[in-house]
């Protein structure tokens, strides 16, 4: 058992409004590779500046579109894992809002019902002059990660078609961030799963719960700036953690 899993269950099993805040981790058992982490992190081999910017996007759209393109076919290979599956399963026992800061589906894909998307999707698109909705092509050839793909075009006004991912210096979806900011300030405990807690406004997610009295519970198998903010931290991977503090809680039948 990991250890202080019973205290966080104790926590759980007590609760009666939950958040659960997911980041990159979360994703990180079924693939798809994190941001920060020392080896396997995007920002190791890739850089931000060229492909995370509306700057970016204006100066390069295929090679952004084209990296873009990469990483929604690695998600669609992707599978949710057991601890997408125990999130789902929190849900189903307490009132729980979910806000993930992922682009990817698979909290969805593990019957999440409506998860809060702070930095978007891949697999929402609009068009980069008028902001028309567009649809994200199926089945594209796969481009090699750093292989340029031009966009699709703009079915209203020819412009080209841009990932509906938040960039940097870009605004969060306003309706996403103001739901996720009640629902952290009305909740007893917040669940906080694989984020290295350093992409604001989304890292202020959990200080809002822990200023307002609720607890909160950390699932990383690295320190984090949210270390002190956490009456229990969980140092481990969150496939392995988030059942076992399912099980802990209600029983392991809780999550069929
Ligand atoms: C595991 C695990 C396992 C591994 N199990 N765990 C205040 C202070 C300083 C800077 C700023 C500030 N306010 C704003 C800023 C600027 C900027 C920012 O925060 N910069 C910092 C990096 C310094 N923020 C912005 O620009 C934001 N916009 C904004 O502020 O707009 C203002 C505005 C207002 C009004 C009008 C106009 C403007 C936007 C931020 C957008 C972030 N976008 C990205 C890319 C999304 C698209 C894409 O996917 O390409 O979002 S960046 C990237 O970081 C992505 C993530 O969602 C985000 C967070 O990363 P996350 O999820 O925490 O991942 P990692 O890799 O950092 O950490 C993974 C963690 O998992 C680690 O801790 C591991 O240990 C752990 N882990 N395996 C559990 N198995
Ligand atoms: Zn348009």
């Given at each position: 058992m990991?250890?202080?899993?019973?205290?966080?269950?104790?926590?759980?099993r007590?609760?009666?409004?939950?958040v659960?805040f997911?980041?990159?981790?979360?994703?990180?058992?079924?693939g798809?590779?994190?941001?920060?982490?020392?080896?396997?992190?995007?920002?190791?081999?890739?850089?931000?500046?060229?492909?995370?910017?509306?700057?970016a996007?204006?100066?390069?759209?295929a090679?952004v579109?084209?990296?873009y393109?990469?990483?929604r076919q690695?998600v669609r290979?992707?599978e949710?894992?057991?601890?997408?599956?125990?999130?789902?399963?929190?849900?189903?026992r307490?009132?729980?809002?979910?806000?993930?800061?992922?682009?990817?589906?698979?909290?969805?894909?593990?019957?999440?019902?409506?998860?809060?998307?702070?930095?978007g999707?891949?697999?929402?698109?609009?068009c980069?002059?008028c902001?028309?909705?567009?649809?994200?092509?199926?089945g594209a050839?796969?481009?090699?990660?750093g292989?340029?793909?031009?966009?699709p075009?703009?079915?209203?006004?020819?412009?080209?078609?841009?990932?509906?991912?938040?960039?940097?210096?870009?605004?969060?979806?306003?309706?996403?961030?103001?739901?996720?900011?009640?629902?952290?300030?009305g909740?007893?405990?917040?669940?906080?799963?694989?984020?290295?807690g350093?992409?604001?406004?989304?890292?202020?997610?959990?200080?809002?719960?822990a200023?307002?009295?609720?607890?909160?519970?950390?699932?990383?198998?690295?320190?984090?700036p949210?270390?002190?903010?956490a009456?229990?931290n969980?140092?481990?991977?969150?496939a392995?953690v988030l059942?076992?503090l399912?099980?802990?809680?209600?029983g392991?039948?809780?999550?069929?």
């Amino acid at each position: 058992m990991v250890p202080a899993v019973g205290d966080a269950a104790d926590l759980l099993r007590r609760a009666r409004r939950v958040v659960v805040f997911t980041g990159a981790g979360m994703s990180a058992e079924s693939g798809v590779p994190t941001f920060r982490d020392a080896r396997t992190g995007l920002w190791r081999r890739f850089d931000p500046h060229a492909l995370a910017t509306p700057e970016a996007f204006d100066a390069d759209p295929a090679l952004v579109w084209g990296w873009y393109e990469w990483r929604r076919q690695l998600v669609r290979r992707a599978e949710p894992h057991p601890g997408h599956r125990a999130v789902a399963a929190i849900e189903a026992r307490v009132p729980t809002v979910l806000i993930t800061q992922n682009v990817d589906d698979l909290h969805e894909r593990a019957g999440s019902r409506a998860p809060l998307h702070l930095h978007g999707s891949l697999f929402a698109a609009r068009c980069s002059a008028c902001d028309d909705p567009a649809p994200v092509p199926d089945g594209a050839p796969e481009p090699a990660d750093g292989r340029r793909l031009p966009p699709p075009r703009c079915a209203r006004c020819a412009g080209p078609v841009r990932p509906g991912v938040v960039w940097f210096g870009e605004a969060l979806p306003p309706d996403a961030l103001a739901a996720a900011v009640d629902a952290a300030s009305g909740c007893d405990l917040l669940l906080t799963v694989g984020t290295s807690g350093l992409v604001h406004p989304a890292a202020e997610i959990p200080l809002v719960t822990a200023r307002l009295g609720g607890s909160v519970i950390q699932v990383n198998p690295e320190r984090t700036p949210l270390d002190p903010v956490a009456a229990v931290n969980l140092r481990g991977p969150a496939a392995e953690v988030l059942p076992a503090l399912v099980d802990a809680a209600w029983g392991a039948t809780a999550r069929r």
